[in-house]
């Protein structure tokens, strides 16, 4: 088995695997992350998004020999200590989940929008999380803490 140096929530991680195995599995497996879901397997439904490079990936449909020395990061990765990161704080705040089960791919997703845009519209966050899927339908208190996160990070506050 190849052996594979990942880079995940700050921390390198050395493993033997196939290099067709996913990221997901990796995670999930390997590591024992288990906050970044599996959800559909084919990249459609968001709830395994991580970030790689900042920017929001599905895992279950990126294979660990193309990762390379990438910054990888999970829903684990965000908080600083008990200090939540601002996206996670405003999803509590207006209660923007039912099942959570989706929750930790939105979440991903949300800070991968607001790294590349920090006061995204109502159209940029509903295009940005357009994949993103929520059985519970709670998509619009998922716009409105993803406008709180903007305008926290904006102010300065952490959580």
Known sequence: MPSFQLF?????????????TTLLTVLREHLDLTGTKYGCGEGQ?????????????????????????????????LATGIE?????????????MQCAYCTSGMIMSAVGLLNTNHRPTEEEITRAMNGNL?????????IRAIQRASTAQAQGVRS
Not at 8 to 20: D, F, K, Q, T, V
Not at 84 to 96: G, K, M, T
């Open 8 to 20: 995940i929530n700050g921390r390198s991680h050395s493993l033997e695997a196939s290099p067709n």
């Open 45 to 77: 439904c968001g709830a395994c998004t991580v970030l790689i490079d900042g920017r929001p990936q599905r895992s279950c449909t990126t294979r660990i020999a193309t990762l390379g020395k990438k910054q990888i990061t999970t829903i684990e990765g």
């Open 84 to 96: 939540l990161h601002p996206v996670q704080a405003a999803f509590l705040q207006e209660d923007a």
């Open 134 to 142: 929520c059985r519970c339908g709670v998509y619009s208190r998922i």
